[in-house]
């Protein structure tokens, strides 16, 4: 069956050129930056929705499962791919980082999709996941939306932070380093703030990046 994500692409396309969205995606691609990988090295985004983070970041390769904002992303210079996260069609060490944004909370199987971007991660790859907790209140604005019908956000199970940090360990990832954003309030106008390294309780986006666990 087709997702929001499939049927309403160009909408939350658009979302990005609003002056709310324009913010937000300034705030949280600061709070990615400093974390993702640059490179030598292929690195792959997975649930790349139209691309505009994988753009910004100049990641090489984009997956999705659905086409319509992969055609967005394609535009944005990003090679898509289609397919499930849950399984990669990416031979194992393809990449040097694997990058995933607000995009384990809509899969059914999140852990899934660890165990897979373990897989295809070169041993001195990094992992980093941007997550909108759901021990924040940006979390919880959400979630209550979702449940009050919003297109998006009704497919979202947003988790804490903890059990973000348990399905990577689970994945045999280990932690090493993190940068949040978002500590003000969820409001409709939100305002400038800097991202700070480290995890900070209650912010709204943190970005998590981890290694995988030394082989013995
Ligand atoms: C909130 S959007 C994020 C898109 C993009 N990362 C961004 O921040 O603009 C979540 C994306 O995850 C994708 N997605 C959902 N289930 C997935 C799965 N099992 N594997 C890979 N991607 C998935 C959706 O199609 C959607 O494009």
Not at 4 to 17: H, P, Q, S, T
Not at 56 to 75: C, H, Q, T, Y
Not at 138 to 143: A, C
Not at 184 to 194: F, L, R
Request: glycine share 12%; net charge neutral; charged share 20%.
């Amino acid at each position: 069956m087709p997702t929001a994500f499939e049927e309403l692409a160009a909408r939350y396309d658009a979302w990005y050129d609003s002056a709310h969205g324009r913010l937000l995606f300034a705030l949280e691609l600061a709070c990615l930056r400093p974390l993702v990988p640059p490179g030598p090295g292929l690195r792959l985004e997975v649930g790349v929705g139209s691309g505009r983070f994988s753009a910004a970041l100049g990641l090489e390769v984009g997956l999705d499962p659905a086409r319509a904002p992969l055609r967005l992303a394609a535009r944005r210079a990003v090679g898509a791919v289609q397919g499930a996260g849950e399984q990669l069609p990416f031979r194992d060490g393809t990449f040097a980082g694997v990058l995933f944004v607000v995009t384990l909370c809509f899969a059914d199987d999140s852990a899934a999709l660890l165990g897979e971007a373990r897989r295809v991660l070169a041993p001195s790859g990094r992992l980093v996941a941007g997550v909108v907790p759901f021990d924040s209140a940006w979390g919880r604005r959400y979630e209550t939306q979702g449940r009050a019908g919003h297109p998006f956000y009704q497919g979202a199970r947003f988790l804490t932070l903890a059990e973000h940090r348990r399905l990577l360990t689970d994945a045999g990832f280990t932690i090493a380093g993190a940068c949040s954003t978002l500590t003000q309030a969820p409001s409709d106008d939100p305002v400038e703030e800097g991202a700070q390294a480290g995890v900070v309780p209650g912010a709204g986006f943190v970005a998590l990046q981890a290694r995988v666990w030394p082989q013995v």
